[in-house]
């Protein structure tokens, strides 16, 4: 059966799928992974639940430029370099699809345009022809990382891996695709920091799903796209009990008992999309907030994963985007509250 994938440009994201036939297939599928995955988080969820509060940083991570990264996309153009001067960011993050490795060169020109002061994070974004053949994926990433050998050491493999709609059915798929890039990777250059396992939201399960197996796979840096926005404020409860604070506390203690990974989290994306924005906006108009509250809850959400000591880095999703971005650009560029606000952050910090 063909998936019906298609990219949602407004979103800079895939399409939500629509086939239900389609969905009822993938779910039969990922049947028995989805079992272990459940067995796991029944068994160790609670464990780390309770020690969450007692695990305390080993090493707390300085907060400085650095922990205010900023996602940037080579299809907004150069307008992006003198933004980004302005807000004096220098962790950037760039996704490269690995279906249009044709113009590697053009992301590699894209990068050098923002100077040689950037600490590069690069992600590889995958689809379903690339999930189901790991070895032709590890081949197109190495040809990445020769390509930015000396502009990038830390590489993210995948994106938003529990998401059907990102090419994956299962988190066993996944981390049979990322062992083999790794393998290549490690081999091709020693010094590459990979970061993984990239998944969406406060769905934890997946996570220890990628931190307790019997596989040979590592991660230099853990790597979540944790979202809050659907609970509104960061200060705001899921589960009772879990607000931000309580979910880094929470990624932390799993990252401290893993055996696959180090305690070093980036959070490399999260925004809140913005009311009247359809269809830039990724999510219904019930989850979007104002401009003034988009500002607001970046603010809170960087000063409370500062706080915590267990988060090195914090990638806004992204610089120009009219449905959630610090910069709208369906109309010339405007710089909304949230640019300002992300500005004075780096000030504060720096």
């Not at 019906?4 to 049947?31: G, N």
């Not at 609670?46 to 020690?51: C, E, K, M, S, Y």
């Not at 500062?306 to 806004?316: D, F």
Request: charged share 30%.
């Amino acid at each position: 059966m063909k998936p019906p994938f298609r990219w949602d440009r407004y979103s800079d994201q895939p399409a939500v799928l629509r086939d239900r036939a389609f969905k009822r297939e993938v779910y039969r599928r990922r049947t028995p992974d989805q079992i272990v995955t459940a067995l796991e988080s029944v068994l160790l969820l609670p464990l780390f639940t309770v020690a969450m509060p007692f695990v305390k940083p080993q090493k707390a991570p300085k907060i400085g430029c650095d922990f205010f990264g900023l996602c940037v996309n080579l299809d907004k153009g150069e307008a992006q370099y003198d933004l980004v001067k302005e807000l004096g960011a220098n962790a950037l993050q760039m996704r490269i699809p690995l279906w249009d490795l044709n113009n590697l060169p053009a992301y590699r020109r894209f990068a050098e345009g923002f100077g040689s002061n950037v600490r590069w994070l690069v992600t590889l974004m995958q689809d379903r022809e690339r999930a189901e053949d790991p070895v032709r994926s590890a081949e197109e990433t190495a040809k990445v990382v020769e390509t930015f050998g000396d502009l990038c050491d830390e590489y993210q493999l995948g994106n938003a891996v529990n998401r059907t709609k990102w090419g994956f059915y299962s988190m066993g798929e996944y981390l049979r695709w990322y062992e083999t890039i790794e393998k290549r990777l490690r081999a091709l250059k020693p010094d590459v920091k990979l970061v993984g396992p990239a998944v969406i939201d406060f769905e934890y399960h997946y996570v220890t799903r990628a931190l307790f197996n019997f596989r040979p796979v590592s991660f230099d840096r853990l790597g979540t796209l944790l979202y809050v926005d659907r609970r509104g404020a960061p200060q705001n409860a899921q589960a009772l009990i879990f607000n931000l604070r309580r979910k880094i506390d929470l990624l932390y203690a799993m990252a401290r008992f893993s055996p696959k990974c180090e305690p070093r989290i980036y959070v490399t994306e999260t925004n809140w999309p913005i009311q009247k924005t359809a269809p830039w906006a990724p999510t219904s108009e019930k989850e979007c907030v104002s401009e003034a509250d988009h500002a607001r809850y970046l603010s809170d959400y960087y000063r409370i994963a500062a706080k915590s000591r267990k988060i090195e880095r914090v990638y806004w999703h992204q610089l120009i985007a009219p449905g959630y971005g610090l910069v709208d650009n369906r109309e010339g560029l405007r710089k909304r509250e949230a640019f300002y606000a992300f500005k004075r952050l780096i000030e504060e910090y720096a």
